[in-house]
């Protein structure tokens, strides 16, 4: 849980990967888990608001490099001597927790957490809805 809040969009996707396949497999002894993930995702749909100005307010700035803003941030994790062989500039990759990508990842995840772990349903639902109703509603102001 820790990864999926501190890394890039990219990296967090495999972290939602990984978290999946490990609750697919270990669902009982992972269920104390749970509410920490969903606590998770639904701080990402609060970031929404937060993203969409970064990305789309900025004109002259390239989509996920708003200057100083939080997704402006790169995995914190030292660069690869891979990469540092490369003449290509790194990309700066928007911080998970405010990031499209990792986002329309969750709402899969969470359904499946769901079914699997029926007691997080109710007390959980009544927070999701108005998100997602406030998230889809930035989209029709666009």
């Known amino acids: 849980m820790h990864l999926l809040r501190v890394e890039n969009e990219d990296n967090a996707v495999i972290c939602l990967k990984t978290i999946i396949d490990l609750h697919r497999s270990y669902k009982q002894i992972l269920e104390s888990q749970v509410q920490p993930f969903i606590d998770i995702v639904q701080e990402m749909y609060r970031n929404m608001e937060q993203t969409v ?15 100083g803003g939080p997704s402006a941030l790169t995995s914190p994790r030292p660069v ?10 790194s990309k700066v990759l928007a911080k998970s927790l405010f990031s499209f990508k990792v986002l329309t990842e969750c709402p899969i995840i969470v359904v499946l957490l769901f079914q699997t772990h029926r007691q997080f349903v109710n007390p959980n639902i009544a927070t999701f809805i108005p998100l997602i109703i406030q998230v889809t509603q930035m989209e029709q102001q666009c």
């Not at 100005?53 to 200057?67: A, E, H, M, R, V």
């Not at 690869?80 to 500039?89: G, K, N, R, V």
């Open 53 to 67: 100005k970064d990305n789309f307010d900025n004109p002259g700035t390239p989509l996920g490099q708003t200057p």
């Open 80 to 89: 690869s001597p891979a990469s540092e062989l490369t003449d290509q500039p």
